[in-house]
């Protein structure tokens, strides 16, 4: 709200008469380091450069005009050696020729393309690859990653559908790589979705942030491997992840999968057996589920730190670390829809879930319509060599849903199922 400024003489003060202020360029997201040189581009789509090897001197006659097509600026960027103009309907590449005098750029002829940017926040670089959150005049929103001046469209059909009903106007991204795995991460904070495409494995997942509700008094107590939660009232969605806490007998704490009984009880798988009522000062603690809330990255001193945008937190990604700040990590994983290639009736005799053997307790269910209406969690033992459930019912088309909380890893590669077609 205020700036200051140096004038001569002594003036009357304060200023009277009808008083304007024209501020300076606007300039897009991004900001190019190339060949000594520093590069920004304005709304206009105008590249300007510094003076070679000095960023604090910035000649008015250095610049260069993206203009092959007509169209905003909206972030520049870089893909391997080339400065890459990222316009409302195009791309336009742009190399070091060693202009003398002016800009040292001038435009890759073969490089234009018409696929622009729908917003400067959601570019990222990866590896000297470029990736944003595209738009075309016919096709709508898409994700394109750049690897030099080759361009290739990655989001399925799903993606486009979320980026399309987007707004674009609260979004980040950015680019990280951990165990071998890089990852573009892009928040939509308006659709409430983070949206993170592998370019490794080329999948799409989704990440969130779970924000901790204020703990709750509750009674606890147990039988057959499973403790029965009695809380008024207690919200709890089947499937929800809850945090125990403050019971005398340490088996009863931890994060867990609430299996819904009724709006007052649900219950939670225990290993041991405890003894019963719980005792203490049991509470358990529910959570709200939102959009990856940390929104800023940074590579430093050999860790990958992620910022909270509202907490000021600073977070270490890691994959030795499996909940997040005491808050469990909510893994979900589901499937396709399966029927065999035929619409005749099944009977599902076993289900086992194949992957890693140190994962604790999972749940799944199934649908059988479509992802309307769901069956209700069952607890799968991931510590088991046969990770199993019987007894699955029937179906004609089914989809699998597995979740997971817990401070352990997990790695699933499949379901296998047992099926048996009807005569």
Known sequence: ????????????????????????????????????????????????????????????????TANVEPGS??????????VVALKSWSTEYFYDAGNPTGSPLLPVINGFSLIG???????????GMLVWVSKTKQKGRSVHVADGLQQEKVATPDVERILNADTMQNVYAYGIKISGHTLYVLGLRDSNITLVYDLTTKT???????????????????????????????GLDD???????????????????????????????IDGTP??????????????????????????????????????ELFEITDSVFDDSSNPIHFAAITGKVDGGNEDMKTNSQIRVVGNKSGGNAAVRWSDNDYAT?????????????????????????????????????QLSSFEIDVRQEK
């Open 1 to 64: 709200t205020h700036v200051t400024y140096q004038v001569t003489g002594t003036p009357a003060s304060p200023a009277t008469g009808t008083i304007v202020v024209k501020g300076g360029i606007t300039t897009v997201p991004g900001v190019v380091y190339l060949d000594d040189y520093f590069f920004v581009m304005d709304t206009n789509a105008i590249i300007y450069n510094c003076d070679l090897g000095d960023p604090t001197s910035w000649n008015a006659l250095n610049f260069i």
């Open 374 to 410: 769901n069956s209700k969690f069952r607890i799968v033992d991931l510590d088991s060599e046969q990770a199993r459930l019987t007894r699955c019912g029937k179906f004609r088309r089914r989809s699998f849903e597995l979740r997971h909380v817990g401070n352990n890893p997990i």
């Open 239 to 269: 499937g929800d992840p809850v945090t125990v806490s403050g019971a005398t007998q340490s088996e009863y704490n931890g994060h867990f999968l609430a299996l819904y009984v009724d709006e007052n009880n649900f219950k939670i798988k």
């Open 73 to 82: 600026g909206v972030a520049i960027a870089k893909s391997r050696n080339y």
């Open 204 to 234: 799409w997942t989704q990440w969130t942030s779970l924000t901790a509700n204020t703990p709750v008094a509750c009674s606890i107590a147990y039988a057959d491997g499973y403790a029965t939660v009695t809380k008024l009232a207690h």
């Open 117 to 127: 940017c729908a917003s400067g926040d959601s570019v990222a670089n990866l590896d």
């Open 275 to 312: 003894a019963t009522p719980a005792t203490g000062s049991p509470v358990i603690t529910s959570y709200s589920e939102t959009y990856f809330k940390c929104t800023k990255y940074v590579y430093c001193a050999g860790r990958d730190l992620v910022l909270h945008e509202t907490t000021g």
